[in-house]
Nanobody
């Protein structure tokens, strides 16, 4: 069982930056690939970024490539999402998720554990 807690969301102006954190309970965090997803009101949950267990492989949605960076610190049981050059269309509830997979998935249904989410609002 893995429990995930996100933090770092907030209100920011377009062009600004935020760093989201997701801290996991348990001693098996390094076994999991981690992903970030987001869901805007009235829209389906969508993939944002993912990272493999070691941090050596990362994957991004085209919409955030070049602006967002996913990273992890296994000693701290934490995965991060650095978000730069934020746009109003990035406004959403952001979730982190854990998946026991060697290669991270981009499909939400493949993930085993989910956090409660942290709200990101980007004003124009």
């Amino acid at each position: 069982q893995v429990q995930l807690v996100e933090s770092g969301g907030g209100l920011v102006q377009a062009g600004g930056s935020l760093r989201l954190s997701c801290t996991a309970s348990g001693r098996t965090f390094s076994r999991y690939a981690m992903g970030w997803f987001r869901q805007a009101p009235g829209k389906e949950r969508e993939f944002v970024a993912a990272i493999n267990w070691s941090g050596g492989r990362t994957y991004y949605a085209d919409s955030v490539k070049g602006r967002f960076t996913i990273s992890r610190d296994n000693a701290k049981n934490t995965v991060y999402l650095q978000m730069n050059s934020l746009k109003p269309e990035d406004t959403a509830l952001y979730y982190c998720a854990a998946d026991l997979a060697v290669i991270p998935n981009t499909h939400a249904e493949e993930y085993d554990y989910w956090g409660q989410g942290t709200q990101v609002t980007v004003s124009s």
